[in-house]
């Protein structure tokens, strides 16, 4: 079956310029999740979806930041005038279940890779 | 959040056992155990759970000490395509927590033909 794919793998911005990646979940999947992972160090959480509704932006880092879900299934993280900084890895995952969200495993995508000039 | 340790790299020859030590001092009754780990290249994968018993899946076995402070997950038979970083992780299952995962350093482990 088909895993959580991510659009597109790379991609490369010139500083300033607003750029949004894809996340298609496993089909049924309620809970979404956006990570961030810099080179060398492990990934970070960025934001969660539980079908529509994001419940949880704390990991956000800057108000340049913004992801949607609007029908609870693909989603868009955007982010706006990108830095070189926002220069990363961003993963997206789904999970089966939002009841038990807490201990449900989680099946991530291969993972955008953003560069910023 | 409850904090995981876990070396930074180990090294291990092909089709040997591996044991990968986590220690989780803080650790909350609500708390389960769980292991990712990440290929080059590619996102984090799930590797096993568990909260108080030993736990076996087709992956590996998870070793969980009797105060729970810390495992140990293991890899029976270690193969070329096994080296990845390794995450051990707590994950909160109280209410307060939306199921986020909270990834360390993690270990990288290297496998030598």
């Known amino acids: 079956g088909a895993g959580v794919s991510q659009s597109p793998r790379y991609k490369v911005a010139k500083r300033g310029q607003d750029v949004a990646l894809r996340c298609d979940p496993i089909?049924?999947?309620?809970?979404l999740f956006w990570y961030q992972q810099a080179l060398g160090q492990g990934p970070e959480f960025l934001t969660y979806?539980?079908?529509?509704?994001?419940?949880?932006k704390s990991g956000l880092p800057s108000d340049r930041f913004f992801a949607e879900r609007p029908e609870g299934s693909v989603s868009t993280l955007k982010i706006q005038r990108t830095q070189q900084e926002d220069s990363a890895v961003y993963l997206c995952?789904?999970?089966?279940?939002?009841?038990?969200?807490?201990?449900?495993?989680?099946?991530f995508g291969p993972g955008t890779r953003l560069t910023v000039l | 959040d409850a904090k995981t340790t876990q070396p930074n790299s180990m090294e291990s020859n092909e089709e040997e056992p591996v044991h990968l030590p986590c220690n989780h001092s803080?650790?909350?009754?609500?708390?389960?155990i769980h292991w990712y780990r990440q290929l080059p290249s590619q996102g984090p994968e799930y590797v096993i759970h568990?909260?108080?018993s030993n736990v076996n899946n087709r992956m590996a076995s998870l070793a969980i000490a009797e105060d729970r402070k810390s495992s140990t997950l293991i890899l029976h038979r270690a193969t070329l395509r096994d080296a990845a970083v390794y995450y051990c992780?707590?994950?909160?299952?109280?209410?307060?927590?939306?199921?986020?995962?909270?990834f360390g350093q993690g270990t990288t482990l290297q496998v030598k033909p």
């Open positions: 979806f539980q079908n529509e509704a994001q419940l949880d």
């Open positions: 089909s049924g999947h309620v809970s």
């Open positions: 992780i707590l994950r909160d299952r109280g209410s307060g927590n939306t199921g986020k995962l909270i």
């Open positions: 568990g909260l108080t």
């Open positions: 803080t650790i909350s009754g609500t708390d389960y």
């Open positions: 995952a789904s999970s089966f279940s939002g009841a038990r969200v807490r201990i449900n495993e989680q099946f």
